[in-house]
């Protein structure tokens, strides 16, 4: 469902969270941040991204509210 923490790592090439953030942004990847900061990236939109079907790239659902779990 979403990538791993070494997938993030190895599309990154970035280990610290923040740095992963700032990369993603920076590149306009579409994701979420979890309660410890790290981002998450739903794992059919990073295949899409990355083999140039963009039109694909996002959900046809809205991504959870992570902002919304207590």
Known sequence: M??????LVSLTGYKKAA???EWL???GWKF???GH??????ANYAVAR???NRSNALP???????????
């Open 2 to 7: 979403f990538l791993t923490p070494d997938e």
């Open 19 to 21: 740095s992963q953030r």
């Open 25 to 27: 942004a920076l590149r």
């Open 32 to 34: 979420e941040i979890d």
């Open 37 to 42: 900061g790290k981002p998450v990236v739903l």
């Open 50 to 52: 990355l083999s140039g």
């Open 60 to 70: 046809s659902s809205p991504l959870p509210n992570y902002d919304a779990i207590n």
